[in-house]
């Protein structure tokens, strides 16, 4: 998925006066994504506003007018942000969505703020097992929930009951998994709803074994992922009947460089920022890789990592920048 928007003055300055002394989060200007993304690539966010707490998001939406182009961050470990950065307001999501809380009936309701890693563990601490995937992916709760996130044979989907959500205008939404809509690392919730709360049902299970369960995620994902290097984890999601890994290896791709990124030659379906790789640089790769697997064997990879903003002027983006 790739979004983009127009750099047209979209009346944010004057919404953003309006709305200051109405909240209680902070708005920092010009803030560097890159700071915040795992591939610590691309410009900068015009304005990156952290609510305080849903009620503190909901007003700050509420005065937004849907010009403003506006988009949610998570850990930022599957985004690829472009080098002329967001003309718009980025929330991060802070303390305010931190909170995990086990519930009765091996349930555990977490903020959308939290680490998946940390869901893993209170979950193995209140012998709720079921969420010990969790371990293995970086990210967080919220982004889960927008990329139906999984790992070793289990995904979101298994294990969501119910989450809330604020939408674009400012309204609250609490959300059966029914709502939810997921999909391959996909969930059907318009794209500009931003979720603060999940709840998770798990089933009655052994700390110790949980915890070993963990600790065999995290061993898997040291030998066989790039996990200490700069990147955003798979890049192309799965074609149906197909490993996305293996056409990118038989297309010659393993290693392939472009710029100050390569492919990674751990794993060939994670692209790595190992030369101070600008956004175009990584995207360039990515398509270049695209346009080779085609050529290859007739298969058309799509993008699992979301490419967020905009070029720098007179730039191109997406299919155009294939190296052929
Ligand atoms: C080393 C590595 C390994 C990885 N392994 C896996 C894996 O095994 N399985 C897997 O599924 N993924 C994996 N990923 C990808 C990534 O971790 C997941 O997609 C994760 O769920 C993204 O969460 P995030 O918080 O980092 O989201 P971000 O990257 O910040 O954002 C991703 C999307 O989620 C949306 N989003 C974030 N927060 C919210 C919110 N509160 N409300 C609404 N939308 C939101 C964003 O708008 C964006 O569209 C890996 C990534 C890396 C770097």
């Known amino acids: 998925m790739t979004v983009m928007v127009a750099a047209h003055d979209s009346g944010l300055e004057a919404a953003l006066a309006a709305v200051m002394p109405n909240v209680r989060g902070r708005v920092l200007r010009d803030a560097l994504l890159a700071d915040i993304t795992w591939f610590r690539a691309g410009g900068p966010a015009k304005v990156l506003f952290t609510p305080a707490d849903e009620a503190d998001l909901a007003v700050f939406l509420a005065a937004m007018p849907v010009s403003v182009p506006v988009f949610v961050v998570g850990l ?54 079921g969420l010990s995937f969790y371990r293995g992916i970086p990210g967080s709760i919220g982004g889960a929930l927008r990329m139906n996130a999984g790992a070793h044979g289990r995904e979101t989907t298994n294990v969501l009951v119910e989450a809330r959500a604020v939408d674009r205008s400012g309204k609250v939404h609490v959300l059966s998994h029914a709502d939810l809509g997921f999909t391959y690392r996909h969930c059907a919730i318009p794209a500009d709803w931003i979720f603060t709360q999940a709840t998770f049902a798990g089933t009655p299970g052994d700390k110790a074994a949980i915890l070993k369960e963990m600790d065999e995620v995290a061993e898997y994902r040291e030998k066989n992922q790039p996990i200490r290097e700069r990147t955003g984890g798979s890049t192309f999601k799965n074609p149906e009947g197909h490993s996305a890994w293996k056409l990118i290896d038989a297309a010659g791709c393993r290693g392939l460089r472009v710029g100050g990124a390569k492919v990674s030659e751990m794993h060939c379906n994670f692209l790595i920022n190992d030369q101070g790789a600008s956004g175009e640089d990584i995207e360039r790769l990515g398509e270049t890789v695209r346009a080779r697997v085609l050529a290859h064997c007739g298969v058309t990879l799509q993008w699992e990592i979301i490419r967020l903003g905009e070029p720098l002027a007179g730039r191109p983006v997406g299919e155009g920048l294939a190296i052929k």
């Open 76 to 129: 930022g470990s599957n985004l690829l942000v472009r080098d002329g950065g967001y003309p718009g307001v980025i929330i991060r999501l802070a303390k305010g969505f931190s909170e995990i809380a086990v519930e009765p009936g091996h349930r555990l309701r977490a903020g959308t703020a939290v680490p998946d890693v940390k869901v893993a563990r209170a979950a193995a601490d209140a012998g709720i097992a």
